[in-house]
T-cell receptor
């Protein structure tokens, strides 16, 4: 399977704990994105990487959130001191990059439940 | 911020065409209309996009009005597997992020 893969698919954590999610994009894709989706809503943009450089962070990404993409390959999204409001589906996507970049490919997401 | 308006839900009979409307009255000249869908418990999936001409691929057809203020996604022969939330998104040529609204929940009934 050469699609975008995310790990874990589900995570249940206690409030106050730290969690880390991993995303493996399609191998030749330069761009990588993280989105968050709560129940009944469309995905909301969190952050964007061009290769290893994080070029944009949404104001939704509080200082408890950090994302990395070392060597421009896989990416991790860490949430420190989780809160119940962090419960959501976290989606990763990747695309080729370059002018006219069209299609973004999404992973199946990591569903986080903070109890 | 979403720049599109879609009906919250619609039903369709299996085997019939599904016509999904989208209004984007503030679209500017260099912005494209994109459609994605999200089947339950999966990530969004790209369907089709267009600028001003009608487009067709193996999944769907996209009809954009001449003034570009609205469009219609057509699923020619809906199947039960097409039950999903469909998102209409306006995106600039060099934009990299997608601004999703609430979409249209399409239920295909046997």
């Amino acid at each position: 399977d050469t699609g975008v893969s995310q790990d874990p698919r589900h995570k249940i954590t206690k409030r106050g704990q730290n969690v880390t999610f991993r995303c493996d994009p399609i191998s030749e894709h330069n761009r990588l994105y993280w989105y968050r989706q709560t129940l009944g809503q469309g995905p909301e943009f969190l952050t964007y990487f061009q290769n290893e450089a994080q070029l944009e962070k949404s104001r939704l990404l509080s200082d408890r959130f950090s994302a990395e993409r070392p060597k421009g390959s896989f990416s991790t999204l860490e949430i420190q001191r989780t809160e119940q409001g962090d419960s959501a589906m976290y989606l990763c996507a990747s695309s080729l990059g370059g002018r006219g970049d069209t299609e973004a490919f999404f992973g199946q997401g990591t569903r986080l439940t903070v109890v | 911020d979403a720049k599109t308006t879609q009906p919250p839900s619609m039903d369709c009979a299996e085997g019939r065409a599904a016509n999904l409307p989208c209004n984007h009255s503030t679209i500017s000249g260099n912005e494209y209309v994109y459609w994605y869908r999200q089947i339950h418990s999966q990530g969004p999936q790209y369907i089709i996009h267009g600028l001003k001409n009608n487009e067709t691929n193996e999944m769907a057809s996209l009809i954009i009005t001449e003034d570009r203020k609205s469009s219609t996604l057509i699923l020619p022969h809906a199947t039960l597997r097409d039950t999903a939330v469909y998102y209409c998104i306006v995106r600039g040529y060099n934009d990299y992020k997608l601004s999703f609204g609430a979409g249209t929940t399409v239920t295909v009934r046997a």
